[in-house]
């Protein structure tokens, strides 16, 4: 300990020189991390980096006491130097060399294996945004496994993988320079150790998964199961983009006067008739997002949802839609915004509700239909979300009710001091807005993975953006399951934006639908952008005619049809999954459920039978 206590102590003169305030300060600090685990020091040691605002930097080291396979680090926010860019925390644990046994596990459920390779480093989204698919990531060695939990703090911290002369390690980096409030909670970060033969990415996926619903966090689906949850179980979700303005659009800053004109493609009308054609082929259950009802079509004046479009039936025809989809038998719900808020929208108030940097400059976001968005302030979206949805449960919608972006970004912070609002803050009241739709809807819904509206969500429309494209993953990686084996009987899930309209995709995408335990999603005119930069894929169902809505039933019918086999799944936790030969993939279930997917060109057999190539088998208990 001795010898451990000079090296920083000798860090830190380097770096405060005769300040003895400073330099007491975060002696003080050390001393408490070292002996929060009453003094006693294990063989485990952390590497802590504190880069300062000045391009300086300064090192020390704790020691993590491991009691039942879990150790705690915590930096007190009193304790974080104002100075600080960023804390980096990197564990002695989380480190290999090229040429070991095993591999880095990626919070966006990526795995890294210690390959030989030029130094490189991967982040997802980079340094400068947050992590959101799950706040763990880990590492495989012979020796043992260890994944961490970041609770404190979560919504400023990012994964850094890296390797670097033959040396790989995996930090936990926080970015509190980029905050726009001074750290408003404790940095703490709990490590955990599993041991036996199976401690793989599975095993931590299941690990984190009892502790979400020991704590209470989320519960299983087969524990809330109201009619319109059961009902999203056994069908796929089939999304109608009905109308649109030009995007990228032709004018960023719109007004009523300027704002180009809306491109209908469907009517409430023409929907009534797809529908019956569904009915008429076979499928008995779908859920029917729609997408683009709300003034001036889709992203058309967010968070301004009305009037109802005009051109596609106004709201005599939206409710007659409701109606007339219900009785079909099928459950139909809409698509909101809590996040956005273009300038042509009636609450702009000239941007007073747009989130703020701490210059007191609006938060700018990317060009969509509505021109330039902008960054919506959580606690105002709330106010709107209360004041809206309850309106738009009156046309008579049931289901899980599709609220955009949510739980794909981190939650906005708002630097107004006429509505301050941190990440964490951000966190409450986006759960608050998931929540209340649950109450009026029946279920909710949103865009991605993220794991801080868990407790809240329903369905996750893509799990993973782009990734399945994608000739090579950063650093050699590989994408496996670890968000399903944590969510899959807690809450529905598309694997990512390519398997939209999976059934008119490659058999590789297909596969990887079954492979992680998808809910089909079927989208009419998902690519809508006149520059072709379409993120589910230029391939699309389209009613254009009497042959390409012929199509169109007949993909949603080929994906109902193979769901239907597949879909009590939805309700059964996923317990491991594991490459059994090459480009051979099994997936085991709770309830002794194993899938068998085949990538490769040769037939695999498995428990005797015969799985062929591009295809898949189903074992049942």
């Not at 944590?486 to 639908?513: H, Q, W």
């Not at 062929?612 to 189903?618: E, F, L, N």
């Amino acid at each position: 300990m001795g010898r451990a206590f000079a090296g920083v102590f000798f860090a830190l003169r380097q770096r405060f020189g005769s300040d003895t305030v400073s330099l007491m300060k975060s002696i003080w600090a050390f001393a408490v991390l070292a002996f929060a685990f009453g003094g006693v020091f294990a063989a485990e040691r952390a590497e802590i980096e504190v880069k300062f605002k000045d391009g300086s930097s300064a090192k020390s080291e704790r020691f993590l006491e491991f009691k039942e396979g879990a150790a705690v680090l915590k930096i007190p926010a009193s304790e974080i130097d104002p100075r600080t860019e960023s804390i980096s925390i990197t564990p002695d644990f989380a480190r290999a060399k090229a040429g070991d046994e095993g591999y880095i596990v990626m919070p966006n459920s990526l795995i890294i294996p210690f390959s030989e390779q030029k130094d490189a480093s991967f982040t997802p989204y980079s340094t400068s945004k947050n992590e959101w698919h799950l706040p763990i990531g880990g590492i495989k060695k012979s020796d043992g496994t260890y994944y961490y939990i970041v609770n404190g703090l979560r919504h400023e911290h990012a994964a850094q993988a890296r390797v670097k002369g033959g040396e790989y390690s995996l930090s936990i980096v926080f970015n509190i320079g980029k905050m726009a409030f001074k750290p408003y909670e404790d940095i703490e970060v709990e490590f955990r150790r599993l041991d036996g033969k199976g401690a793989d990415y599975s095993a931590i996926a299941r690990d984190y998964r009892k502790r979400l619903l020991d704590s209470g966090a989320c519960r299983p689906i087969s524990d809330r199961l109201v009619p319109e949850l059961e009902y999203a179980c056994g069908a796929p979700e089939l999304r109608i983009r009905l109308a649109w303005k030009p995007a990228p659009p032709k004018i960023e800053e719109q007004t009523v006067e300027n704002e180009p004109e809306v491109i209908v493609k469907m009517t409430f009308g023409e929907v009534e008739d797809f529908i019956s054609r569904l009915k008429a082929a076979g499928v008995e259950k779908v859920q029917i997002c729609l997408v683009g009802w709300n003034v001036s079509g889709h992203d058309g004046r967010w968070p301004t949802a009305f009037p109802v479009e005009p051109r596609l039936g106004g709201e005599e025809g939206l409710k007659k839609l409701v109606k007339f989809a219900q009785s079909q038998g099928y459950q139909i719900v809409c698509h909101t915004n809590s996040t956005d808020i273009y300038s042509i929208s009636e609450d702009w108030n000239s941007g007073a509700p747009v989130a703020k940097k701490p210059d007191g400059s609006l938060q700018k976001n990317t060009c969509w239909s509505g021109g330039r968005m902008y960054n919506l302030c959580p606690k105002k979206a709330w106010e709107f979300a209360r004041r809206d949805l309850p309106k738009i449960a009156e046309f008579g919608f049931r289901g899980l009710h599709y609220i955009d972006v949510i739980s794909i970004i981190p939650p906005h912070e708002c630097a107004d001091p006429a509505h301050p609002c941190t990440r964490a803050e951000g966190e409450v009241y986006m759960n608050k807005i998931m929540g209340l739709a649950r109450s009026l809807f029946g279920g909710a819904a949103s865009e991605g993975p993220a794991y801080f509206v868990a407790g809240n969500a329903d369905y996750g429309l893509y799990i993973h953006f782009g990734l399945l494209g994608k000739k090579r993953l950063p650093m050699g990686a590989k994408l496996v399951p670890l968000w399903q084996i944590v969510f899959n009987g807690i809450i529905l899930s598309n694997p990512a934006t390519e398997c939209a309209n999976y059934m008119i995709k490659d058999p590789y995408t297909r596969l990887k639908l079954v492979e992680f335990g998808g809910r089909p999603m079927f989208y009419l005119y998902s690519a809508f952008r006149d520059n072709g930069d379409n993120w589910m894929g230029n391939s699309d169902l389209v009613c254009e005619d009497a042959a390409s809505t012929a199509r169109s039933v007949e993909a949603v019918k080929r994906g109902y049809v193979e769901f239907s086999k597949l879909s009590r799944l939805q309700k059964v936790f996923m317990d491991s999954h594991s490459e059994i030969g090459k480009d051979v993939f099994l997936t085991k279930y709770a309830d002794g459920t194993e899938i068998v997917c085949n990538y490769s060109p040769n037939v695999f057999s498995h428990k005797g039978r015969e799985v062929s190539p591009m295809g898949y088998a189903v074992f049942e208990p």
